[in-house]
């Protein structure tokens, strides 16, 4: 195919990119990520390959300020305009974390789980501001709840900032400076252990 | 002289213990390999922090350390890598490492608790004086009435989850063998994961860590690392594990991370010796 008088390369579909090794003689390119190898027909194009899904993920945490894994692997697809196989993404969203372009933040669920968001590392100063917001707010209060964080947070209430400032809060309850005390409630444990440590002392 | 850039959070063998390289300035004796592979001392100096962009952490099933991504790593058979090129090639099959996470014999009856209480207080969200508070891992804490009988800690529920509130005047007099045995029982409380049976530690705040696995190690109590991929990992899980292990360890999760504390020149002065970072062989140029 040529476009403007120059050859343009072939793309590989990303539905054709395999994780298991192709059977048949011929020549294959291969990528390893971790534990998952890629293969591809060519070389070239699955290293393009890779690197669109690689510029997808990350373009798509650049816009947002956290993500959970699912909201980022269909907005990821929605960006490519293609399927990708779930472990192929979840290969390359290992790389954009080993090189460190995407960060993890642990959140606890009100069950008691580790809940992973993720965030790109331009957004780390943005993350960290709203933390410490959300830190002070909260222990200058007996209970805060979601919406109150939210318009701390995020006064214009965009889209979206309800749940991220949810897992703002449960990243404090994992750490431990913070306590569900509903689903949608959080609390500062501060009063409670100190009165536990003052009454201990008398 | 040879000097070598390490994280602040690169754990150095000091005679206090396993201590923060960003937590020690100025002259301080180390504890490294000599070139005939025994744990010998060694003065060594630390200069005063330097901004750098990103850190790395590195892991093997017996450590886990963060280093800086220009740090040089010594691996099994004396070649010499750099945090940054192991992140590059953690998928190889090549990266093996010698690890040594034991503290040394003579210096078994010093008094290692005060590094340890430092680490309480850094892992800790907060802190009152005299005592920390850690929130458990797990709500249905084991053996809670053991652990608390010992004095040196207790704990209180707040909402649904449990906080280990620990006495630091007492955890400071433990000596030898009662300070493994306490780092051991803390370990099992606020970090243990009860579901999966194991002991659950950040990766990227790996200090105490590093702590558990020397006590197990100095309590003969086998154990393994685990990480949640070979290309990055949130948390490490110290599982109990009594077959025999090969003295070298394969790299098990390397990775950079963009929240660097800064780093330190740490410089010593013989070309022979090697100094323990983290429980990783550190190369000096």
Redesign the interface.
Known sequence: MSQGGKHRPFRLPLIDIATRQPSTGAEYGAV????TALYGPDQDQLNEAVERIQNAIEGTLTNHLLMARNHLEKLVRQSLGENVNDRVLG?VL??S?????V??L?CLTVN?R?M?MYFH?NN?LMVKTKLASLGSCLSGKTAMSVDNAQFECFPQREWGTRFVVKQLLAHL?Y???A???DEDLF?S??S???H??ST?RK | MPSALVASETCLLTDQGWSMAGSVQGQVYLTGIDRHGHLTRQEAALSDPIKRP?RAMVGTDAALGIFDSETELILKDGIVKSANEI?EQ??SDEIWFENVITCPSFLGERNYADSFVSMLIQA???T?GD?V???CR??DVQDWETVSSAGWC?F?K????V?C?VTLSVVRQLKGLDLCGFVRSLSRAVWRNSEEGCEEF?CLKPACSLWYASALQILKVGHLFKYD????S??VRVIEDHTSHLPLRKCGC??????SAGSVRLSWTSGSWKPIGSGFLISGR
């Open positions: 390893i990520l971790g534990g290969a290992g790389r974390l080993r090189l460190g372009a960060c993890v642990p008691g580790v992973r590392k780390r309850a750490e431990g400076r306590v569900f005390l609390g444990p501060l409670s252990i100190e536990a440590l201990r | 990103t992140v953690a998928h800790a969200p907060f009152f005592a508070a850690l929130r797990s709500r207790r209180h707040v909402a649904s989850d906080f509130l950040d991929g070979r290309q990055h949130l948390l390397a990775f950079l991370d963009s929240d």
